[in-house]
Nanobody, 124 residues
């Protein structure tokens, strides 16, 4: 099973950019579809983006499509979330997750370090 550690969160002004990083352990990293989820204060955790094992296919939540970019480096066991044109509603704890299989936005079907995450705060 893959182990995940997120980093790169912080506070930014609206319109700014930030890149989140997820470091994964395990020798079969490239077999896993990787994803990002987020949980805003008082709200349920929601799907943000996902990328397949080879990095050739991505899928985004409608509210972030065109502003966020998910990518991965299989040689380094890393996955990234580049966040541009940040909005205050992007404020949340961001989590990295992994799964074997097709795209799903159902977090119950993902393995993630749900107790950790990295805090992102966007001020207007």
């Amino acid at each position: 099973q893959v182990q995940l550690v997120e980093s790169g969160g912080g506070s930014v002004q609206a319109g700014g950019s930030l890149r989140l990083t997820c470091a994964a352990s395990g020798r079969t990293f490239s077999n896993y579809r990787m994803g990002w989820f987020r949980q805003a204060p008082g709200k349920e955790r929601e799907f943000v983006a996902t990328i397949n094992g080879s990095g050739g296919s991505t899928f985004y939540q409608d509210t972030v499509r065109g502003r966020f970019t998910i990518s991965r480096d299989n040689a380094k066991n890393m996955v990234y979330l580049q966040m541009n044109s940040r909005k205050p509603e992007d404020t949340a704890v961001y989590y990295c997750a992994a799964r074997l299989g097709l795209v799903t936005t159902d977090q119950a079907r993902w393995v993630g370090s749900w107790g950790q995450g990295t805090q992102v705060t966007v001020s207007s």
